[in-house]
């Protein structure tokens, strides 16, 4: 069966770096899209990142642009996201995301991980 | 990118109908027919439903349906039983500059 499995979250203070993992298992990982995606703490879902199959697009939310980069190693099966400084709103459980297809940017997304909290705080 | 509109909650007793509206615009849900909508129940990761306005991901009962007119996609549920008490949020396609946006998300009660 399917199975994503985050981790690398944490505590950072604002200004700081964190980078996400997520292992892939149950499915040919090399063959679909894989996203990111957060939600705050009690609040409402956000998009913020794609990668095709093959690591050749990127795509992100405005707010990350330039901060934050997706990435991908499909020997390893594992899905990565570098963050980079970081804010207080970046606080949010931070979800990997299986996509039905291998490119493209629209979510479609079939399957999730747990998740894995981010807190930015001093 | 601003957020996808939907109902903060919505309600209805066994065994009837509710649906859900997700208002955007011509440069979203009107412009591209990749709407998907999830569920979410309390402390636990969203499931697909609906993807691509209506179409239903294997396993998911047929008492999920989706639609879409204009600028405002539909989720209704048919049927309702008490485990489909949860949030449910609309996503769409915005383009490549900022491909993707959810829906500010409704709160279903099963009275």
């Known amino acids: 069966q399917v199975q994503l499995v985050e981790s690398g979250g944490g505590v950072v203070q604002p200004g700081g770096s964190l980078r996400l993992s997520c292992a892939a298992s149950g499915f040919t990982f090399s063959s679909y899209s894989m996203h990111w995606a957060r939600q705050a703490p009690d609040k409402g879902l956000e998009w913020v990142a794609v990668i095709s199959y093959d690591g050749s697009n990127t795509y992100y939310t405005d707010s990350v642009k330039g901060r934050f980069t997706i990435s991908r190693d499909n020997s390893k099966n594992t899905l990565y996201l570098q963050m980079n400084s970081l804010r207080a709103e970046d606080t949010a459980v931070y979800y990997c995301?299986?996509?039905?297809?291998?490119?493209?940017?629209?979510?479609?997304?079939?399957?999730w991980g747990q998740g894995t909290l981010v807190t930015v705080s001093s | 990118q601003s957020a996808l509109t939907q109902p903060p909650s919505a309600s209805g007793s066994p065994g009837q109908s509710v649906t859900i509206s997700c208002t955007g615009t011509s440069s979203d849900v009107g412009g591209y027919n990749y709407v998907s909508w999830y569920q979410q129940h309390p402390g636990k990761a969203p499931k697909l439903i609906i993807y691509?306005?209506?179409k239903r991901p294997s396993g998911v009962p047929d008492r999920f349906s989706g639609s879409k007119s204009g600028n405002t996609a539909s989720l209704t549920v048919s049927g309702l039983q008490a485990e489909d008490e949860a949030d449910y949020y609309c996503s769409s396609y915005a383009g490549s500059n900022n491909p993707n946006v959810f829906g500010t998300g409704t709160k279903v009660t099963v009275l």
């Open positions: 995301v299986k996509d039905l297809g291998r490119s493209g940017s629209y979510l479609r997304g079939d399957y």
């Open positions: 691509e306005v209506t």
